[in-house]
């Protein structure tokens, strides 16, 4: 306890905590298995959090509209548990307030700020992308134009990972922009349109990015920025490439044969079963879901992270959620934080996947808890870039 005391007197808590997070980060890309990535968590966060909050004991925390919201969402999660979950359920809830504690009281976000740092995580995912395409074309696991359904590491699945690429670009590019790397930004574009329409062949991180370059569009022409040229010139570039190859490339256009995939219907049948349960209390987090569509089709969760929080857990939480997202969107916007773009950018794409944010640690960490506790961080008022 009297080392864990000095660590708070010359900041080395801080500078712990950073470092065990970009550790956590880097684990979804290096390590194989969700339980190594787990216990990367127990090990290096949750317990020395867990230790460090109860030695402040509350001393240090500054009360803001968003904190206030964290702990109702908490709390509310807790008193579902109560009715509805078993023991292993509070361990999540559990884990998920720690790991945001950590993240907006613990870390220093300077560090998740810098242009290097934005930078630099988006070309890393790319390099997994791309390094671990290549390899399994080479050693003939997956066909060349086949869908690479896993990857090799905890970042496996090619719908969240398509998302985390689409929010890493969000996040490098206020810096390119910033700083005239035009060039750049247009072969990370490419190269993100080609790993997420291609390799990956999801929708669900297209459909981010082209709602990402339209809202930025948008906003630089508003603002008569000299940045909407470049913006508008990307989009449209890369529109007009998709749409050629859409018809010529079988890939592509599956892409747009899958149509919905059975979302409306799933979305319909299970809206219904929300309203049997109750609209305010939901079903409960033991809740099953095993669906066959029409189509024939089996699905076990709901592809929407906002119906997952209302199906489950009721319109009480999905309404705290939404009011949080809303005020750290708009404490992003009036500080300019880049991990505003991020959150946006992910919460558009949840719209079509995600299932429930409170469990152990997963992709929904790393596109929703992550950016919304850097954004709610009070060291980000002074850190400088």
């Known amino acids: 306890m009297r080392f864990l005391d000095g660590f708070s007197r010359d900041g080395r808590e801080a500078v712990y905590f950073t470092f065990a997070l970009l550790l956590f980060i880097a684990s979804f890309l290096l390590l194989p298995t969700t339980k190594m990535v787990n216990n990367v968590y127990y090990v290096f966060l949750a ?15 500054r009360w803001a509209p968003d904190l206030l919201l964290w702990t109702m969402f908490i709390a509310w999660f807790v008193i579902v548990g109560v009715w509805s979950g078993d023991g292993q359920y509070f361990k999540h809830v559990l884990y998920v307030a720690l790991f945001v504690l950590l993240v907006r ?13 934005a930078r630099g995580l988006f070309w890393v995912l790319t390099v997994y992308v791309m390094g671990s395409a290549v390899i399994y074309w080479i050693v003939g696991r997956y066909a060349v134009g086949e869908r ?10 090619p719908i969240y990972t398509s998302m985390w690429l689409a929010c890493c670009f969000a996040l490098a590019l206020p810096v390119w922009l910033r700083e005239c790397r035009r060039l750049e930004m247009g072969v990370a574009l490419s190269v993100a349109v080609f790993c997420i329409a291609y390799v990956l062949q999801s929708r669900s991180g297209l459909f981010g990015l082209a709602v990402l370059l339209i809202l930025l569009g948008a906003s630089a022409v508003w603002r008569r ?16 490439i998709l749409f050629l190859l859409g018809s010529q490339v079988p890939e592509l256009a599956s892409l747009v044969q899958r149509a919905d995939s059975g979302r409306f219907e799933l979305w319909a049948i299970l809206i219904a079963e929300w ?16 669906i066959q569509l029409s189509q024939g089709m089996l699905l076990h969760h709901p592809h929407n992270i906002f119906l997952a929080l209302g199906l489950f857990s009721g319109a009480v939480a999905l309404f705290i959620f939404l009011a949080l997202m ?7 916007w009036s500080r300019r934080d880049p991990w505003g773009l991020y959150l946006l950018t992910a919460l558009v794409m949840l719209n079509f996947d995600g299932t429930k944010l409170v469990g152990n640690p997963d992709e929904l960490w790393l596109l929703v808890l992550l950016p919304a506790a850097l954004i709610g961080n009070d060291r980000g008022r002074h850190a400088t870039e």
């Open 47 to 61: 317990v020395p959090a867990l230790v460090a909050a109860v030695r402040r004991r509350g001393r240090g925390l």
């Open 148 to 157: 690479v359904l896993w990857l090799p590491a905890r970042m496996t699945g």
């Open 225 to 240: 920025s000299v940045h909407s040229f470049s913006l508008i010139g990307l989009a449209a570039a890369i529109g007009g």
């Open 326 to 332: 809303f005020t750290l969107l708009r404490r992003a």
């Open 105 to 117: 009281v613990f870390a220093d976000p300077a560090i998740f700020r810098k242009p290097v740092f």
């Open 275 to 290: 309203m049997e349960c109750g609209l305010w209390t939901g079903c409960g987090m033991d809740h099953g879901i095993q």
